[in-house]
């Protein structure tokens, strides 16, 4: 049974904030839009499962909204518009339809390029091979080679110290002949 004052969550909410979440609304926004403080909207997110899901999936119909607006700009686009001309002794407005081009952004781009392809657009370099490099990886090579011995060596050491250990403490006991 649940103490203090019932919720005032409805299941209609749910719906609510997935279509808020949709047009870029952040959690902050839409508690205030329900009427509620952060901390008990991020408690509706934990406790109803409906109302966790409408906002995933609201806030990734905008993240995609938002990712093909920034393909679009990086690549480049066109769209159709219309310019209103005013000549001079013309009884009506003159309307001629346009293609707009807008060029692709480099800047957009490049943080597409950067998110999508990490390795060489994020500034992530390929390591480089060098002299330094190739002998440190020789040497490491080289005692992965030799582990099976080291190991071997160790464990007759610790086997030594074992049964000398175990000798004088059953001497120290008097169990020893």
Request: glycine letters at 6%; proline letters at 6%.
């Amino acid at each position: 049974m649940s103490k203090g004052r019932p919720s005032v969550y409805r299941p209609d909410f749910a719906e609510q904030a997935r279509k808020l979440c949709r047009n870029g609304a952040t959690d902050r926004e839409i508690a205030d839009i329900l009427g509620v403080c952060v901390r008990t909207f991020y408690r509706w997110r934990a406790e109803h499962e409906a109302f966790a899901e409408a906002l995933r999936a609201g806030k990734e119909l905008a993240d995609d909204r938002v990712e093909r607006a920034l393909y679009e700009r990086a690549c480049g686009y066109e769209y159709q518009d219309v310019k209103i001309f005013n000549p001079g002794g013309a009884k009506e407005p003159v309307v001629v339809p346009v293609t707009i081009h807008v060029p692709a952004d480099v800047g957009a781009a490049k943080q597409w390029l950067a998110s999508r392809r990490p390795r060489p657009w994020a500034g992530e370099k390929e390591p480089e091979e060098t002299d330094m490099s190739r002998r440190w990886l020789e040497a490491f090579m080289r005692l992965e080679e030799e582990r099976p011995q080291r190991e071997a060596k160790e464990a007759a050491r610790f086997a030594e110290c074992v049964e000398k250990r175990v000798a004088e403490e059953l001497a120290r006991r008097g169990l020893q002949e």
